[in-house]
């Protein structure tokens, strides 16, 4: 287990008149003074399957700042002179917990907590900074703050660039999120999905099931919620072309879901992607399906992939969810791989040699297609970032694929009149 101390300062506007919560609320939610009560501690414990401690936080203050509440002028680049923007009173809070003998240097993060409505944010991510107040002080947004400065960005949905769109996930707080009630701290959850931890090193590689995109394989796998550690079995399945699958149970800091559910996740950009089930929703239940490609039977040439991923069982009183999972890696015979010799220009003939013998490829046609696709699917093997290799290697073997659909469909709409004529005059 990691040690990560946060030291969190408790500050106010020079004219805050308020009375702030007792300094055992701040206690009893960021350090090990209030663990098993769904704090922070136990938050990050559960979302790094143990990795993190957090409990050796300590919270300091309150500290009074010098300036009013009338000179901060909020989430802005360049205040107005004699007023400061949020880099500015992180840094104002900072250098009072200094002033008053806090030493800083010696924890990993810094949380600052003020009176009233002031501002919410973390991070730049990887910066263990987070800044909250008295109306967000809850494992929800802080989960979703904090998380920032591990390095953690917002969550997003399949085939949109905007934030905030995984409800299922902390990292979607607070625009949809399924954040549930709590009697102490007002809003606990939801968790993190599998790619967050996974992009953060705190997934416990060790049970989650994978498998090659080069192998053909159809198997069953009984899946233990994400979160739940203490029972023995899978937490997670890889299947081919990065997706991550996890079985979520309506419970603990995802008991705010509608259902317990599947949940498969992409993840590029350091954003978390939830993507989008056969029948339109995210959320898996018996008897839906993720998949990608489509699967080809009795095709002696395959050059796309078929990935499936369908929902058997969820068991709620077990704790299980039960998967399948088919994937059909592309095939092509080795007989038929080829070696090209001279490349395929526009206006020219390209040469390669197949069982021993010089084929020609003239300039055009189904063989100019899959030569080219070919030489681009083995260059994207040189492509360093995973998800564009893999896009670009995706789209070379769809190229071909349809190269090879649309001729099929050619010889097979050729007919034989002699033959068809002599019958419709029967």
Not at 17 to 32: D, E, I, K, N, S
Not at 310 to 318: F, G, M, N, R, S
Not at 346 to 371: M, T
Not at 375 to 387: R, V
Request: net charge negative; charged share 20%; hydrophobic share 40%.
């Amino acid at each position: 287990m990691i040690t990560r101390r946060w030291a969190v300062l408790l500050c106010k506007f020079a004219d805050d008149q308020a009375v702030p919560p007792p300094l055992l609320h701040y206690q009893r939610l960021f350090t090990g003074v209030g663990a098993g009560s769904s704090n922070m501690v136990d938050y990050f414990r559960d979302m790094s399957h143990g990795q993190l401690d957090l409990s050796g936080s300590q919270v300091f203050g309150w500290f009074t700042l010098t300036q009013n509440r009338s000179a901060y002028a909020g989430n802005i680049a360049t205040p107005p002179a004699g007023q400061f923007n949020r880099n500015g009173l992180f840094a104002l809070c900072q250098q009072a917990a200094l002033n008053n003998g806090v030493p800083l240097g010696t924890f990993d993060g810094t949380v600052v907590s003020m009176i009233g409505n002031v501002d919410l944010w973390g991070g730049p991510p990887g910066v263990m900074n987070a800044f909250c107040d008295t109306l967000s002080l809850s494992p929800s947004p802080l989960g979703q703050e904090m998380g920032h400065g591990y390095g953690l960005d917002h969550a997003r949905q399949e085939g949109s660039e905007a934030d905030y769109m995984d409800p299922w996930d902390v990292m979607s707080v607070y625009d949809s999120a399924f954040m549930a009630p709590q009697g102490e701290w007002g809003t606990i959850g939801p968790g993190l999905n599998a790619q967050c931890m996974r992009s953060r090193g705190w997934l416990d590689e060790t049970r989650v099931w994978k498998a090659s995109a080069s192998e053909t394989f159809e198997t069953v796998l009984q899946l233990r919620p994400l979160h739940r550690r203490d029972l023995t079995g899978l937490l997670a399945a890889e299947v081919p072309g990065g997706f991550l699958v996890e079985y979520r149970q309506k419970e603990r800091w995802d008991q705010w879901f509608t259902r317990s559910a599947v949940l498969v996740h992409s993840f590029a950009e350091n954003h978390s992607y939830i993507m989008r089930g056969t029948s339109g929703n995210f959320d898996l239940v018996a008897g839906d399906s993720f998949q990608r490609g489509t699967k080809r039977e009795g095709i002696l040439i395959n050059f796309s992939s078929f990935t499936k991923v369908e929902v058997v069982t969820i068991d709620e009183a077990a704790h299980a969810a039960t998967i399948r999972l088919v994937h059909q890696a592309p095939f092509v015979p080795p007989s038929l791989v080829a070696q090209v010799l001279v490349g395929i220009t526009g206006d020219g003939p390209g040469l390669f040699i197949l069982g021993g013998k010089l084929h020609r490829v003239p300039p055009r046609g189904l063989a100019e297609d899959l030569v080219a696709n070919l030489g681009a699917y083995l260059d994207a093997g040189e492509i360093s970032n995973t998800n564009v290799r893999t896009q670009v290697q995706r789209e070379a073997l769809g190229a071909m694929t349809r190269s090879i659909e649309s001729r099929m469909s050619e010889l097979g709409s050729t007919r034989s009149p002699a033959i068809n004529a002599q019958r419709e005059n029967e």
